[in-house]
Protein backbone atom coordinates (compact mmCIF):
# COMPACT_ATOMS: atom_id res chain seq x y z
CA UNK A 1 0.00 0.00 0.00
CA UNK A 2 2.99 2.65 0.63
CA UNK A 3 4.06 1.69 -2.71
CA UNK A 4 0.73 2.74 -3.87
CA UNK A 5 1.28 5.74 -1.83
CA UNK A 6 4.91 6.66 -2.61
CA UNK A 7 3.74 6.61 -6.33
CA UNK A 8 0.86 8.63 -5.73
CA UNK A 9 2.33 11.50 -4.12
CA UNK A 10 4.56 12.28 -7.16
CA UNK A 11 2.80 11.67 -9.58
CA UNK A 12 -0.45 14.23 -7.99
CA UNK A 13 2.48 16.90 -7.40
CA UNK A 14 3.31 16.50 -10.97
CA UNK A 15 -0.36 17.22 -11.68
CA UNK A 16 -0.51 20.09 -9.15
CA UNK A 17 2.76 21.69 -10.53
CA UNK A 18 1.36 21.48 -14.26
CA UNK A 19 -1.67 23.34 -13.50
CA UNK A 20 -0.07 25.84 -11.59
CA UNK A 21 3.39 26.37 -13.99
CA UNK A 22 3.28 28.46 -17.08
CA UNK A 23 5.20 27.66 -20.10
CA UNK A 24 6.59 29.99 -22.38
CA UNK A 25 8.87 27.86 -25.32
CA UNK A 26 11.73 29.50 -26.53
CA UNK A 27 14.67 27.28 -28.48
CA UNK A 28 17.09 29.09 -26.66
CA UNK A 29 15.41 27.78 -23.11
CA UNK A 30 16.10 24.30 -24.18
CA UNK A 31 19.85 24.06 -25.16
CA UNK A 32 21.66 21.94 -22.82
CA UNK A 33 23.63 23.73 -19.62
CA UNK A 34 27.06 23.80 -20.11
CA UNK A 35 27.94 26.81 -17.57
CA UNK A 36 26.42 28.78 -19.98
CA UNK A 37 28.63 27.93 -23.04
CA UNK A 38 27.01 26.52 -26.56
CA UNK A 39 27.54 22.80 -26.08
CA UNK A 40 30.07 21.14 -27.77
CA UNK A 41 30.04 17.34 -28.92
CA UNK A 42 27.97 14.96 -27.84
CA UNK A 43 27.27 13.07 -24.23
CA UNK A 44 27.21 9.95 -25.50
CA UNK A 45 31.24 9.88 -24.96
CA UNK A 46 33.41 6.91 -23.87
CA UNK A 47 34.00 7.35 -20.52
CA UNK A 48 36.61 5.74 -17.89
CA UNK A 49 36.56 1.80 -17.64
CA UNK A 50 36.69 2.09 -14.00
CA UNK A 51 33.03 2.03 -13.59
CA UNK A 52 33.13 -1.46 -14.95
CA UNK A 53 36.02 -3.07 -13.36
CA UNK A 54 34.43 -1.70 -10.11
CA UNK A 55 31.05 -3.17 -11.11
CA UNK A 56 32.37 -6.28 -12.29
CA UNK A 57 33.79 -6.67 -8.70
CA UNK A 58 30.63 -5.95 -6.90
CA UNK A 59 28.34 -8.38 -8.67
CA UNK A 60 30.44 -11.05 -6.77
CA UNK A 61 30.73 -9.44 -3.47
CA UNK A 62 26.65 -8.96 -3.60
CA UNK A 63 26.18 -12.47 -4.28
CA UNK A 64 28.32 -13.42 -1.58
CA UNK A 65 26.75 -11.23 0.83
CA UNK A 66 23.13 -12.82 -0.24
CA UNK A 67 24.72 -15.83 0.99
CA UNK A 68 25.93 -14.76 3.88
CA UNK A 69 22.69 -13.60 5.10
CA UNK A 70 20.99 -17.15 6.45
CA UNK A 71 24.51 -17.81 7.99
CA UNK A 72 23.99 -14.57 10.20
CA UNK A 73 20.07 -15.50 10.95
CA UNK A 74 20.64 -19.17 12.24
CA UNK A 75 24.39 -18.44 13.85
CA UNK A 76 23.70 -17.71 17.24
CA UNK A 77 20.27 -19.98 17.64
CA UNK A 78 22.71 -23.04 16.40
CA UNK A 79 24.94 -21.96 18.97
CA UNK A 80 22.64 -22.13 21.57
CA UNK A 81 21.28 -25.88 20.51
CA UNK A 82 24.65 -26.91 21.19
CA UNK A 83 26.38 -26.82 17.33
CA UNK A 84 29.97 -26.80 18.24
CA UNK A 85 31.68 -23.31 17.06
CA UNK A 86 33.96 -24.81 14.75
CA UNK A 87 30.83 -26.34 12.74
CA UNK A 88 28.99 -22.94 13.11
CA UNK A 89 31.82 -20.62 12.37
CA UNK A 90 34.10 -22.86 10.56
CA UNK A 91 32.54 -22.86 7.19
CA UNK A 92 31.60 -19.19 7.04
CA UNK A 93 35.16 -18.29 7.87
CA UNK A 94 36.62 -20.52 5.12
CA UNK A 95 34.06 -18.99 2.27
CA UNK A 96 34.89 -15.12 4.10
CA UNK A 97 38.90 -16.26 3.86
CA UNK A 98 38.30 -17.53 0.54
CA UNK A 99 36.62 -14.22 -0.69
CA UNK A 100 39.30 -12.17 0.82
CA UNK A 101 42.23 -13.66 -1.30
CA UNK A 102 39.95 -12.84 -4.31
CA UNK A 103 39.88 -9.49 -2.77
CA UNK A 104 43.63 -9.26 -2.15
CA UNK A 105 44.44 -10.90 -5.39
CA UNK A 106 42.11 -7.76 -7.32
CA UNK A 107 43.77 -5.45 -5.31
CA UNK A 108 47.47 -6.11 -6.37
CA UNK A 109 46.24 -6.41 -9.50
CA UNK A 110 44.79 -2.81 -9.37
CA UNK A 111 41.28 -3.16 -10.02
CA UNK A 112 39.86 -0.79 -6.98
CA UNK A 113 42.77 1.82 -7.49
CA UNK A 114 41.39 4.38 -9.94
CA UNK A 115 42.91 3.85 -13.32
CA UNK A 116 44.07 7.21 -15.31
CA UNK A 117 43.60 7.62 -18.64
CA UNK A 118 46.87 7.21 -20.70
CA UNK A 119 46.47 11.06 -21.48
CA UNK A 120 45.76 12.32 -17.79
CA UNK A 121 49.32 10.00 -16.85
CA UNK A 122 51.26 12.03 -19.55
CA UNK A 123 49.87 15.38 -18.22
CA UNK A 124 50.48 14.21 -14.92
CA UNK A 125 53.94 13.68 -15.60
CA UNK A 126 54.87 17.16 -17.31
CA UNK A 127 53.57 19.01 -14.12
CA UNK A 128 55.81 16.61 -12.22
CA UNK B 1 22.78 -32.05 12.42
CA UNK B 2 21.17 -29.75 11.13
CA UNK B 3 19.79 -27.13 14.15
CA UNK B 4 16.41 -26.32 13.71
CA UNK B 5 15.73 -22.37 14.75
CA UNK B 6 12.56 -20.79 14.25
CA UNK B 7 12.61 -17.15 15.11
CA UNK B 8 9.77 -15.72 17.77
CA UNK B 9 6.91 -15.12 16.57
CA UNK B 10 5.96 -11.61 16.09
CA UNK B 11 2.10 -10.90 17.46
CA UNK B 12 3.07 -6.68 17.84
CA UNK B 13 -0.52 -4.96 15.94
CA UNK B 14 1.01 -3.06 12.91
CA UNK B 15 -1.01 0.17 12.07
CA UNK B 16 -3.28 -1.13 9.49
CA UNK B 17 -5.05 -3.51 12.03
CA UNK B 18 -5.10 -0.98 14.46
CA UNK B 19 -6.92 1.23 12.37
CA UNK B 20 -9.38 -1.28 11.22
CA UNK B 21 -10.34 -1.29 15.19
CA UNK B 22 -9.99 2.15 15.54
CA UNK B 23 -12.61 3.30 12.33
CA UNK B 24 -14.89 0.19 12.15
CA UNK B 25 -13.50 -1.12 9.04
CA UNK B 26 -13.60 -4.54 9.69
CA UNK B 27 -17.27 -5.46 9.00
CA UNK B 28 -16.47 -4.49 5.48
CA UNK B 29 -13.99 -7.47 5.09
CA UNK B 30 -11.29 -7.16 3.09
CA UNK B 31 -12.25 -3.82 0.96
CA UNK B 32 -11.95 -2.20 4.76
CA UNK B 33 -8.24 -3.58 5.31
CA UNK B 34 -7.73 -2.46 1.95
CA UNK B 35 -8.76 0.98 3.21
CA UNK B 36 -6.85 0.21 6.40
CA UNK B 37 -3.60 -0.25 4.88
CA UNK B 38 -4.10 2.76 2.67
CA UNK B 39 -4.90 5.35 5.10
CA UNK B 40 -1.90 3.72 7.36
CA UNK B 41 0.30 4.25 4.37
CA UNK B 42 -1.08 7.53 3.32
CA UNK B 43 -0.45 8.59 7.40
CA UNK B 44 3.33 7.35 7.27
CA UNK B 45 4.24 8.92 3.96
CA UNK B 46 3.25 12.56 5.09
CA UNK B 47 4.61 12.13 8.11
CA UNK B 48 7.63 11.34 6.40
CA UNK B 49 6.97 14.20 4.09
CA UNK B 50 6.30 16.57 6.69
CA UNK B 51 9.79 15.57 8.27
CA UNK B 52 11.31 16.60 4.32
CA UNK B 53 9.50 19.98 4.25
CA UNK B 54 10.93 20.85 7.78
CA UNK B 55 14.51 19.55 7.05
CA UNK B 56 14.85 20.58 3.36
CA UNK B 57 13.79 24.32 2.96
CA UNK B 58 14.10 25.52 6.35
CA UNK B 59 16.02 23.39 8.79
CA UNK B 60 19.20 22.60 6.34
CA UNK B 61 19.54 26.29 5.64
CA UNK B 62 19.19 26.96 9.29
CA UNK B 63 21.63 24.68 10.22
CA UNK B 64 23.95 25.65 7.85
CA UNK B 65 23.80 29.05 8.69
CA UNK B 66 24.25 28.75 12.59
CA UNK B 67 27.84 26.68 11.79
CA UNK B 68 28.59 30.01 9.17
CA UNK B 69 27.65 32.34 11.44
CA UNK B 70 24.91 33.65 9.49
CA UNK B 71 21.06 34.47 10.16
CA UNK B 72 19.48 32.53 7.16
CA UNK B 73 15.57 32.71 6.51
CA UNK B 74 14.03 34.99 9.06
CA UNK B 75 11.41 37.10 7.11
CA UNK B 76 8.50 34.60 6.30
CA UNK B 77 6.68 33.73 9.36
CA UNK B 78 8.07 32.84 13.08
CA UNK B 79 11.81 32.02 12.70
CA UNK B 80 11.38 31.97 9.16
CA UNK B 81 9.23 28.90 9.19
CA UNK B 82 6.53 29.38 6.28
CA UNK B 83 9.29 29.54 3.80
CA UNK B 84 8.29 25.90 3.44
CA UNK B 85 4.91 26.67 2.08
CA UNK B 86 6.89 30.11 0.01
CA UNK B 87 9.14 27.22 -1.68
CA UNK B 88 6.58 24.59 -2.18
CA UNK B 89 4.64 26.96 -4.47
CA UNK B 90 7.52 28.60 -5.96
CA UNK B 91 9.06 25.10 -7.14
CA UNK B 92 6.27 23.79 -8.06
CA UNK B 93 4.64 26.83 -10.12
CA UNK B 94 7.50 26.98 -11.84
CA UNK B 95 8.10 26.34 -15.71
CA UNK B 96 9.66 22.87 -16.36
CA UNK B 97 12.13 23.16 -19.26
CA UNK B 98 12.85 19.93 -21.27
CA UNK B 99 16.40 19.82 -22.66
CA UNK B 100 17.16 19.39 -25.99
CA UNK B 101 17.92 15.18 -26.60
CA UNK B 102 16.55 14.21 -23.46
CA UNK B 103 15.97 10.64 -23.01
CA UNK B 104 11.89 10.74 -22.94
CA UNK B 105 10.46 8.41 -20.52
CA UNK B 106 14.10 7.76 -18.26
CA UNK B 107 14.23 11.21 -17.63
CA UNK B 108 10.38 11.82 -16.79
CA UNK B 109 10.68 8.21 -14.40
CA UNK B 110 13.71 8.92 -12.87
CA UNK B 111 12.17 11.46 -10.53
CA UNK B 112 9.78 9.25 -9.64
CA UNK B 113 11.70 6.81 -8.84
CA UNK B 114 13.89 8.49 -7.09
CA UNK B 115 11.30 9.60 -4.28
CA UNK B 116 9.02 6.84 -4.39
CA UNK B 117 11.62 4.35 -3.25
CA UNK B 118 12.86 6.27 -1.00
CA UNK B 119 9.42 6.99 0.39
CA UNK B 120 8.95 2.72 0.32
CA UNK B 121 11.45 2.03 2.46
CA UNK B 122 9.74 3.81 5.60
CA UNK B 123 6.95 0.62 5.51
CA UNK B 124 8.72 -1.84 7.67
CA UNK B 125 10.70 0.35 10.03
CA UNK B 126 8.76 -0.13 13.64
CA UNK B 127 8.27 3.83 14.52
CA UNK B 128 6.92 3.73 17.84
CA UNK B 129 3.43 4.06 19.22
CA UNK B 130 1.72 1.24 16.94
CA UNK B 131 3.06 2.92 13.82
CA UNK B 132 4.24 0.12 12.04
CA UNK B 133 3.27 -0.15 8.63
CA UNK B 134 4.08 -3.86 7.59
CA UNK B 135 6.57 -6.16 9.34
CA UNK B 136 7.84 -8.93 7.30
CA UNK B 137 10.10 -11.36 7.91
CA UNK B 138 13.28 -10.37 5.77
CA UNK B 139 12.17 -6.33 6.87
CA UNK B 140 16.22 -5.46 6.71
CA UNK B 141 16.81 -6.99 3.40
CA UNK B 142 13.61 -5.41 1.94
CA UNK B 143 14.74 -2.60 3.35
CA UNK B 144 18.12 -2.54 1.97
CA UNK B 145 16.70 -3.22 -1.58
CA UNK B 146 14.16 -0.56 -2.03
CA UNK B 147 17.20 1.78 -0.78
CA UNK B 148 19.61 0.68 -3.23
CA UNK B 149 16.60 0.91 -6.10
CA UNK B 150 17.03 4.29 -5.53
CA UNK B 151 20.76 3.92 -7.58
CA UNK B 152 18.83 3.23 -10.35
CA UNK B 153 17.13 6.28 -10.53
CA UNK B 154 20.02 8.34 -9.90
CA UNK B 155 21.62 5.76 -13.50
CA UNK B 156 18.55 7.06 -15.14
CA UNK B 157 18.22 11.03 -14.35
CA UNK B 158 22.27 11.37 -14.60
CA UNK B 159 22.39 8.84 -18.42
CA UNK B 160 18.64 10.74 -19.87
CA UNK B 161 19.78 14.12 -19.13
CA UNK B 162 21.74 14.32 -22.62
CA UNK B 163 24.56 16.61 -20.21
CA UNK B 164 28.14 15.79 -19.52
CA UNK B 165 27.49 16.69 -16.11
CA UNK B 166 24.52 14.67 -14.94
CA UNK B 167 26.65 11.99 -16.80
CA UNK B 168 29.36 11.76 -14.96
CA UNK B 169 26.95 12.39 -11.81
CA UNK B 170 25.49 9.22 -12.90
CA UNK B 171 28.72 7.63 -13.23
CA UNK B 172 29.58 8.69 -10.22
CA UNK B 173 26.80 7.72 -8.36
CA UNK B 174 27.24 4.09 -9.50
CA UNK B 175 30.76 3.79 -8.73
CA UNK B 176 30.26 5.14 -4.99
CA UNK B 177 26.93 2.86 -4.64
CA UNK B 178 29.02 -0.30 -5.34
CA UNK B 179 31.64 0.69 -2.98
CA UNK B 180 29.39 1.44 0.02
CA UNK B 181 26.67 -1.41 -0.61
CA UNK B 182 28.84 -3.98 0.25
CA UNK B 183 30.42 -2.80 3.80
CA UNK B 184 27.03 -1.70 4.66
CA UNK B 185 25.18 -4.64 4.23
CA UNK B 186 28.10 -6.88 5.89
CA UNK B 187 27.94 -4.63 8.60
CA UNK B 188 24.62 -4.60 8.86
CA UNK B 189 25.34 -8.85 9.13
CA UNK B 190 26.68 -8.56 11.96
CA UNK B 191 23.66 -7.03 14.23
CA UNK B 192 21.83 -10.33 12.55
CA UNK B 193 23.93 -12.37 14.40
CA UNK B 194 23.89 -10.28 17.47
CA UNK B 195 19.64 -10.65 16.64
CA UNK B 196 19.39 -13.72 14.94
CA UNK B 197 16.33 -12.88 12.74
CA UNK B 198 15.58 -10.29 9.79
CA UNK B 199 12.66 -8.57 11.31
CA UNK B 200 12.40 -5.37 11.97
CA UNK B 201 10.28 -5.46 15.58
CA UNK B 202 12.19 -8.46 16.60
CA UNK B 203 15.18 -6.23 16.11
CA UNK B 204 14.29 -3.60 18.26
CA UNK B 205 13.18 -5.91 20.50
CA UNK B 206 16.11 -7.75 21.06
CA UNK B 207 17.67 -4.29 21.94
CA UNK B 208 15.37 -3.90 24.78
CA UNK B 209 17.45 -6.10 27.19
CA UNK B 210 19.17 -4.24 29.72
CA UNK B 211 23.04 -4.14 28.74
CA UNK B 212 24.28 -2.91 32.40
CA UNK B 213 23.36 -0.81 34.82
CA UNK B 214 25.63 2.27 35.90
CA UNK B 215 24.68 4.28 39.40
CA UNK B 216 21.37 3.37 39.19
CA UNK B 217 20.64 4.02 35.36
CA UNK B 218 20.03 1.20 33.12
CA UNK B 219 21.41 1.20 29.69
CA UNK B 220 19.82 -0.67 27.25
CA UNK B 221 21.29 -3.39 24.88
CA UNK B 222 21.17 -1.12 21.49
CA UNK B 223 23.34 -2.50 19.71
CA UNK B 224 25.53 0.92 19.23
CA UNK B 225 26.74 0.21 23.00
CA UNK B 226 27.19 -3.00 22.26
CA UNK B 227 29.09 -2.91 19.18
CA UNK B 228 29.88 0.35 18.70
CA UNK B 229 32.55 -0.72 16.16
CA UNK B 230 30.05 -1.60 13.87
CA UNK B 231 28.32 1.13 14.37
CA UNK B 232 30.89 3.88 13.54
CA UNK B 233 31.37 2.17 10.44
CA UNK B 234 27.52 1.82 9.72
CA UNK B 235 27.41 5.27 10.17
CA UNK B 236 30.12 5.84 7.72
CA UNK B 237 28.87 3.65 5.14
CA UNK B 238 25.40 5.40 5.66
CA UNK B 239 27.38 9.00 4.63
CA UNK B 240 28.35 7.18 1.15
CA UNK B 241 24.37 5.36 0.69
CA UNK B 242 22.79 9.30 1.21
CA UNK B 243 25.15 10.69 -0.48
CA UNK B 244 26.18 13.85 1.91
CA UNK B 245 29.61 15.19 2.71
CA UNK B 246 32.08 13.68 2.73
CA UNK B 247 30.88 11.50 0.25
CA UNK B 248 28.86 13.55 -1.99
CA UNK B 249 30.84 13.22 -5.13
CA UNK B 250 27.96 12.38 -7.54
CA UNK B 251 26.56 16.09 -6.87
CA UNK B 252 29.45 18.05 -6.18
CA UNK B 253 28.18 21.29 -6.91
CA UNK B 254 31.76 22.42 -7.07
CA UNK B 255 32.74 20.05 -10.18
CA UNK B 256 29.69 19.12 -11.72
CA UNK B 257 27.42 21.93 -11.13
CA UNK B 258 24.24 19.34 -9.34
CA UNK B 259 25.57 16.29 -10.56
CA UNK B 260 22.46 14.03 -11.94
CA UNK B 261 20.23 16.25 -11.29
CA UNK B 262 21.49 20.00 -13.79
CA UNK B 263 19.11 19.75 -16.05
CA UNK B 264 15.65 18.98 -13.85
CA UNK B 265 13.45 22.26 -12.89
CA UNK B 266 10.21 22.25 -11.31
CA UNK B 267 8.41 19.94 -9.87
CA UNK B 268 11.06 17.27 -11.33
CA UNK B 269 13.70 18.68 -9.20
CA UNK B 270 11.46 18.37 -6.47
CA UNK B 271 11.23 15.16 -7.00
CA UNK B 272 14.84 14.58 -6.76
CA UNK B 273 15.28 16.79 -3.72
CA UNK B 274 12.42 15.23 -2.05
CA UNK B 275 13.86 11.72 -2.84
CA UNK B 276 17.52 12.66 -1.04
CA UNK B 277 16.02 13.83 1.76
CA UNK B 278 13.39 11.14 2.17
CA UNK B 279 16.48 8.97 1.72
CA UNK B 280 18.62 10.68 4.21
CA UNK B 281 15.86 10.09 6.70
CA UNK B 282 15.18 6.53 5.76
CA UNK B 283 18.79 6.08 6.35
CA UNK B 284 18.27 7.63 9.85
CA UNK B 285 15.45 5.28 10.59
CA UNK B 286 18.07 2.27 9.71
CA UNK B 287 20.82 3.08 12.14
CA UNK B 288 18.06 4.18 14.94
CA UNK B 289 16.39 0.84 14.21
CA UNK B 290 19.65 -1.14 14.10
CA UNK B 291 21.73 0.59 16.39
CA UNK B 292 19.81 2.77 18.23
CA UNK B 293 17.00 0.60 19.65
CA UNK B 294 14.43 1.89 17.26
CA UNK B 295 11.53 3.73 18.83
CA UNK B 296 12.81 3.05 22.68
CA UNK B 297 13.38 5.47 25.34
CA UNK B 298 12.26 6.82 28.38
CA UNK B 299 9.14 8.72 29.38
CA UNK B 300 8.34 9.89 25.79
CA UNK B 301 5.61 8.17 23.64
CA UNK B 302 7.93 5.62 20.97
CA UNK B 303 7.10 7.90 17.87
CA UNK B 304 8.93 11.01 19.53
CA UNK B 305 11.91 9.18 20.80
CA UNK B 306 11.89 7.67 16.78
CA UNK B 307 11.92 10.84 15.38
CA UNK B 308 14.54 12.56 18.39
CA UNK B 309 16.66 9.77 16.77
CA UNK B 310 16.05 10.39 13.16
CA UNK B 311 16.37 14.37 13.55
CA UNK B 312 19.63 13.44 15.24
CA UNK B 313 20.97 12.07 12.37
CA UNK B 314 19.98 14.49 10.00
CA UNK B 315 21.87 16.81 12.48
CA UNK B 316 24.91 15.02 11.94
CA UNK B 317 24.74 15.08 8.31
CA UNK B 318 24.03 18.45 8.49
CA UNK B 319 27.33 18.92 10.76
CA UNK B 320 29.66 17.42 8.50
CA UNK B 321 28.46 19.41 5.78
CA UNK B 322 29.76 22.12 6.88
CA UNK B 323 32.66 20.52 8.73
CA UNK B 324 34.46 18.37 6.20
CA UNK B 325 36.07 18.70 2.44
CA UNK B 326 34.88 16.27 0.39
CA UNK B 327 36.36 13.54 -0.82
CA UNK B 328 37.44 13.11 -4.77
CA UNK B 329 35.85 10.65 -6.73
CA UNK B 330 39.15 8.01 -7.06
CA UNK B 331 39.54 8.32 -3.17
CA UNK B 332 36.32 7.92 -2.25
CA UNK B 333 36.25 4.17 -4.13
CA UNK B 334 39.68 3.45 -2.50
CA UNK B 335 38.01 4.41 0.82
CA UNK B 336 35.24 2.46 0.28
CA UNK B 337 37.00 -0.99 -1.09
CA UNK B 338 40.48 -0.86 0.54
CA UNK B 339 39.13 0.60 3.97
CA UNK B 340 35.67 0.22 4.86
CA UNK B 341 35.57 -3.32 3.06
CA UNK B 342 38.00 -4.63 4.65
CA UNK B 343 37.07 -3.07 8.42
CA UNK B 344 33.30 -4.12 7.65
CA UNK B 345 34.73 -8.00 7.10
CA UNK B 346 36.77 -8.00 10.07
CA UNK B 347 33.99 -6.59 12.03
CA UNK B 348 32.11 -9.12 10.90
CA UNK B 349 34.18 -11.89 11.73
CA UNK B 350 34.94 -10.09 15.13
CA UNK B 351 31.52 -10.41 16.24
CA UNK B 352 31.12 -13.89 14.94
CA UNK B 353 33.52 -15.14 17.33
CA UNK B 354 32.85 -13.12 19.74
CA UNK B 355 28.91 -14.43 19.88
CA UNK B 356 30.40 -17.97 19.61
CA UNK B 357 32.43 -17.24 22.50
CA UNK B 358 29.56 -16.16 24.87
CA UNK B 359 26.99 -17.93 23.23
Known amino acids: MLGVVALLIPLGMIVVSSLLRPSVPEPNKRATYESGEVPTGTTKIRFNIQYYMVALLFVVFDVETVLIFPWAVMYRGALEEGVPLSQALGPMLLFIGILVIGLVWAWRQGAVSWVESPRAERKGREVR | ?359
Open chain 2, 1 to 359: MTPTFTPLQNDAVLLPERLVDLLGLGEFGVAGEVVAAFLGAFLVANLMMAMTGVAGPWAKRKITAAFTDRIAVNRVGPFGLLIIVADAVRLLSKELIIPDGVDRPAWDLAPILIASTALLGFAVIPMGSGIHLADPEVGLVFVFAVASMTSVGLVMAGYASNNKYSFLGGMRAVAQNLAYEIPLIVVAVSVVIFAGTLQMSEIVAAQAEPLLVIAGVTIPAWYAFVNPFAFVLFVAANMMEIGRNPFDTPEAPTEIVAGYQTEYSSVYFVLVFLGEFLHIFLGGAIIATLFLGGPAGPVLPGIVWFLIKIWAVFLFTQWLRSALPRFRIDQLIEVGWKGLLVLSFANLILTAIIVGVIA
